[in-house]
């Protein structure tokens, strides 16, 4: 008998523009994916209990006009679904407490900083202690970069890779953090992901770090390892029709994002 495929959502709509290759990206790794506005979400936030891996895809989510992802970051924390005083976070907290799984994509990445989903120091949610701000170059950078894993990371969706190759679009990518406290824990597991050359060496300048962040860091998450965020666009190299260099390059099948929501799948799978 042939297994059903775990259902998964990928959110739209308000300025998210990456919503189909995110959803091309969950169908090719095995999912069953649904896209959902995202306003939605806070007038049926039950709908998350349908799925097991939630992605927020890239995008200029509210136009970013109060900066990345800002505006809904404060709708998800403040905005009360219930007589008991609950919020979207504490709906998104408890749906990875029971073993799913979350993966925001650059402006989703950027909502999970300001919404306090990541990095979730110490299992303590709702607090921002990091953000993505404007890049150093003061402009929309738009390239491929290398990217060095964090061997000592617990990230589920990164497992068995060493190095991988993603193109970025942002105008604010450069991390940033807050205090000693924030800096030591993402020395120990929370940061997954680091800008690097070709070699997988760690590099601190422009354009192989092409914002600025510091510690070139690219990607973290948060302590159970389940929701990660990254500013490199893995759906958009699933295949290796979409790298530019595929008509004269020997390259694999399958682009070096699959990887990601492989593991996603894999994950899924077995624990879930």
């Known amino acids: 008998m042939k297994k059903r495929r775990p259902k998964s959502l990928v959110l739209f709509g308000n300025g998210i523009n990456c919503e189909y290759e995110t959803a091309h990206a969950h169908r090719v790794a095995g999912f069953d994916p649904e896209l959902l506005h995202i306003n939605l979400l806070l007038k049926k ?62 402006n989703g990445f950027q909502l ?14 709702g607090k921002q202690s990091v953000t993505l701000t404007f890049n150093d170059s003061g402009k929309f950078e738009d390239r491929w970069v ?7 990371s ?5 497992q068995n890779i060493d190095t991988i190759y993603l193109p ?17 824990a993402l020395k120990q597991g929370y940061t997954v992901m680091q800008y690097a ?8 300048e422009y354009p192989y770090n092409p914002n600025g962040s510091v510690e070139s860091i690219a ?6 390892g389940r929701i990660f965020g990254l500013m490199p666009h893995p759906e958009a190299f699933v295949h290796h029709t979409q790298h530019p260099q595929w008509t004269r390059k020997k390259l694999p099948r399958e682009g070096d994002g699959l990887k990601i929501f492989k593991n996603a799948f894999r994950y899924v799978r077995e624990n879930l």
């Open 168 to 184: 970025v679009r942002h105008g604010e990518g450069k991390f940033m953090m807050n205090g000693l406290e924030t800096a030591t």
């Open 112 to 125: 999970l900083v300001k919404t306090g989903l990541l990095p979730g120091i110490g299992g303590i949610y």
């Open 197 to 204: 050359y070709e070699s997988g060496d760690i590099a601190s």
């Open 146 to 152: 290398y990217l060095k894993v964090n061997k000592f």
């Open 45 to 106: 936030p039950e709908k998350i209990n349908e799925y097991t891996f939630i992605t927020l895809p890239g995008g200029f989510l509210d136009g970013d006009d109060l900066g990345a992802a800002k505006a809904q970051a404060i709708k998800w924390k403040y905005y009360i679904i219930s007589d008991s005083g609950r919020t979207f976070i504490d709906e998104l907290v408890d749906f990875v407490a029971r073993g799913n799984i979350i993966l925001g994509v650059c």
């Open 154 to 158: 617990h990230c589920i969706f990164t």
């Open 219 to 224: 990607g973290i998450c948060d302590v159970t």
